[in-house]
């Protein structure tokens, strides 16, 4: 499945955080997600939140190493003009009790795909 859109933003916007909902990942299916910008793969960030260490407190429950599960935060940088954002997820095709005859390769993986194209306007010199 491959979905798009276009967006515009202002020139103070040339920093993004991409935070994909995953609902595959509070299951037990495997997934992998990649979220590329302008070409470029970026790695997802730690987030601790921010009352994480207060009085000895711990993250709580969700987080695991300053990760929440389900919810990936990724930051890239803009370019000016047109940018390219792709998220891509590949996940293990849910086991069905059947038979028990084994899919073919291709046919044990689901793979969904968005594409945002983000125009960041250029400032406008005086």
Not at 12 to 35: D, E, K, M, N
Not at 76 to 85: E, F, T
């Amino acid at each position: 499945m491959t979905h798009s859109a276009t967006i515009a933003v202002s020139a103070t916007h040339s920093y993004i955080q991409i935070t994909p909902q995953v609902p595959i990942a509070l299951t037990t299916r495997l997934y992998r997600l990649f979220v590329t910008v302008n070409g470029n793969r970026t790695l997802e960030v730690n987030r601790v939140p921010v009352t994480a260490g207060i009085n000895g407190s711990s993250p709580g429950p969700g987080y695991e190493g300053g990760k929440k599960k389900g919810e990936p935060v990724f930051e890239a940088k803009l370019i000016g003009g047109v940018n390219r954002i792709e998220v891509e997820i590949v996940a293990e095709r849910e086991q069905k009790d059947g038979d028990g005859v084994r899919e073919k390769e291709k046919d044990q993986i689901e793979v969904e795909k968005s594409t945002i194209f983000l125009h960041l306007m250029r400032h406008a010199s005086y």
